[in-house]
């Protein structure tokens, strides 16, 4: 029997993780700290009872040291998540996502224990903005952040630097440079380079799975700096209106958390994938107004997204996965789009929604990101 810890196994993504791993017949702890933002100070009521659970920080080395010593795999998943919340709690994120996976790795390098392999939750936002390509020209570009001047004109695309044309969104390879535009995916590439580099180092096979916009039963509707289907539908859920920046024509790559499950399987079964980084999303756009319209129509209520116009500081304007390297290792998204909304939208029906979007808004305006 393998015994794997699965760090953050209370969260949406990590609890899920949890059940799977306990179905395949291993033997699992759950190491996580409720962090009452997400858990509003409660134990999750889908908290699998098979697996042993310690509450407890991932900065408390001591206590992380024990948990890891008798272990065989380790899944991390322990992070504060938030884009904007980063950018005024930067002291918070890099502790909690760069300092805890710093400790983690110095038990792993300093101290005895029987860790054959690590896989660390990486982020699409490790890269900025996505790639893009010129049909004029048929070069691929990777575009810097949009500047607050060209936001400000809601020139919302990009264009070629050759001929002035727009770009053309494309899916973005692993292959694409990093190009962090907030404290929260530099704290997520911090996770993923240091585990990549100490696992090389020692021999330790490490993977890095790089989520694009993950989605599913069990997010939190209350938590205001979660994903934006959980945010859309706490808002439809209250009759509010959807609030969406920019023309809502920015896109994003959705995956299920059930094929981010799979990817992990593979991820810790494969020697093919050790020491590598991959991407987990669909290879499929979905813009942000869609998603709204479709959220209102499963809940049969007729209610449009406010499209402000207004923009966020450093926002991405597209990225989509390349998921051609992931195929390598057997991976193949399962759950389409409109079957995980709908899994979610049944799962949220009886879920309490606590409509706080105005609360991250309020914040964003008072730290002159918006």
């Not at 207004?310 to 409109?338: M, N």
């Amino acid at each position: 029997m393998v015994r794997i810890l699965v760090i953050g196994g209370a969260g949406f993504i990590g609890s899920f993780l949890v059940d799977r791993l306990i179905d395949d017949g291993h033997e699992v702890c759950i190491y996580d700290n409720l962090d009452p933002q997400v858990h509003l100070g409660k134990v999750p009521p889908y908290l699998n009872p098979k697996a042993e659970f310690m509450k407890k920080d991932v900065l408390d080395r001591e206590v992380l040291s024990n948990a890891v010593r008798d272990t065989d795999v380790i899944l991390h998943h322990g992070a504060k998540v938030g884009i904007g919340q980063s950018m005024y709690q930067i002291e918070r994120y890099i502790n909690v996502n760069t300092l805890g996976t710093a400790t983690l790795l110095d038990i792993l390098v300093n101290e005895k224990h029987n860790v054959k392999k690590l896989i660390v939750a990486s982020s699409m936002t490790v890269y900025g903005e996505g790639a893009y390509q010129c049909r004029g020209c048929g070069v691929m570009e990777e575009p810097e952040i949009r500047t607050e001047g060209q936001m400000v004109r809601r020139e919302w695309e990009f264009s070629c630097p050759s001929c002035g044309s727009t770009l053309m969104p494309v899916p973005t390879p692993e292959t694409k440079r990093m190009g962090c535009s907030n404290i929260y995916a530099l704290s997520k590439m911090d996770q993923e380079i240091m585990s990549l580099m100490v696992g090389k180092t020692y021999g330790i096979p490490t993977v890095a799975l790089r989520y694009f916009n993950v989605f599913g039963p069990r997010q939190s509707l209350s938590n205001p700096y979660t994903g934006v289907t959980a945010i859309f539908m706490s808002r439809i859920k209250n009759d509010h209106r959807p609030v969406i920046y920019e023309d809502g024509l920015q896109t994003r790559d959705f995956v299920s958390v059930h094929d981010v499950v799979q990817a992990n399987i593979l991820a810790m079964k494969k020697s093919s994938a050790d020491y590598e980084a991959f991407n987990v999303g669909t290879g499929t756009a979905v813009s942000i107004k869609q998603v709204a319209e479709i959220l209102a129509g499963l809940y049969g209520k007729n209610i449009t997204p406010e499209i402000t116009g207004k923009f966020r500081k450093r926002d991405v304007r597209h990225c989509v996965a390349d998921i051609s390297k992931i195929k390598k290792i057997g991976y193949r998204p399962e759950i389409t789009f409109k079957e995980g909304i709908k899994e979610l939208a049944a799962w949220a029906q009886d879920q309490e929604a606590m409509d706080k979007f105005h609360v991250a808004d309020t914040e964003l305006r008072k730290k002159g990101l918006l």
